[in-house]
């Protein structure tokens, strides 16, 4: 999608910079070789550039991508990934009024400004979660639509039908959303035993997780993925939360649901089949592998 020479250092804004998953995308596109933009509306950790920006105003938002901001220059791609992270944080209006008109002003003004390579963060919400009703089948994956059970998301999916219908008007546009899974840190990784005590806990979104650094590879492939048009990808790792094998916990939690296909003993049930053969990720960090050099578990602080 870039028309940038092999020696051109390509240029992307990222949104959310300074949340959890923020952090280590930029962090991953700028070793991947990308000049990235930081936007927030405080300032992340490092000494990268940075531009303050409040995405429910577009007056702010276009001209932060377009280049109209002093000692900022355009860029041709954008990572959305800012929003009020999960359901119950504030009032369901607040959630709505932030998340909402924030991705449509960064979607408009990515039309405005003709960059035409936009990826941003849908959620695995959008699947159904927290699954009090049951899923239709499992592992779930992106055939089905949508079953948004909160304004956080119901927001998410709207996003979704918002991108289908930008592509449509423009048919260069590129816009993928990543249904990331529960973003963790390997430092969050020494409390996943507790999960075994009880199945039930984390049944909310089929014990399923992303790593943030795997998400982070996540987009940087959708980034580099050549194509136009809209599209949706679950983004989780390829193992479960749990010590207990995936097909078991479908028997006792979900007994009626049908599971498609031959599950591995940890198998994730958030399929990533799709990410894999499309954009080419494979999750390449597991809690089974890190937990034990992990630091004192921090809390969990983003949904996905």
């Not at 990235?36 to 932060?64: K, N, S, W």
């Not at 008109?101 to 159904?128: D, K, M, Q």
């Not at 089929?206 to 983004?235: C, E, K, M, P």
Request: hydrophobic share 35%; proline share 7%; glycine share 8%.
């Amino acid at each position: 999608m870039s028309t940038s020479s092999p020696d051109q250092r390509r240029r992307v804004a990222v949104t959310g910079a300074a949340g959890q998953l923020g952090r280590a995308v930029v962090r991953h596109l700028r070793e991947s070789g990308w000049d990235v933009l930081a936007l927030d509306r405080r300032t992340p950790d490092d000494d990268g550039e940075f531009l303050a920006v409040d995405l429910t105003d577009y007056g702010q938002v276009l001209p932060a991508l377009s280049g109209g901001v002093d000692e900022h220059g355009p860029v041709e791609a954008v990572v959305h990934l800012a929003a009020i992270r999960a359901p119950g944080l504030v009032p369901n209006a607040a959630t709505f009024a932030n998340n909402v008109p924030s991705t449509y002003n960064v979607f408009a003004a990515c039309r405005a400004a003709g960059i035409h390579n936009v990826v941003w963060a849908s959620s695995e919400t959008v699947l159904g979660l927290p699954f009090d009703t049951p899923p239709p089948y499992a592992p779930v994956d992106e055939e089905y639509t949508p079953r948004p059970e909160s304004t956080y998301s119901l927001g998410k999916t709207l996003e979704e039908e918002m991108a289908r219908q930008f592509c449509r008007w423009d048919p260069q546009l590129k816009m993928i959303g990543l249904r990331f899974s529960n973003v963790m840190d390997p430092e969050d990784y020494q409390r996943f035993p507790e999960f075994d005590n009880d199945p039930q806990a984390r049944k909310w979104n089929l014990w399923g997780y992303i790593d943030a650094r795997d998400g982070a590879q996540a987009v940087r492939r959708a980034l580099d993925h050549d194509a136009s048009g809209a599209d949706v990808f679950v983004i989780a790792n390829a193992d479960t939360v749990m010590s207990r094998s995936s097909a078991d916990l479908m028997a006792e939690v979900f007994p009626g649901v049908e599971v498609r296909g031959d599950l591995g003993e940890h198998e994730t049930l958030l399929s990533i089949d799709k990410a894999r053969r499309v954009l080419g990720y494979e999750p390449e960090h597991s809690w089974r592998d890190e937990r034990d050099h992990a630091g004192p578990a921090g809390p969990s602080r983003q949904q996905g």
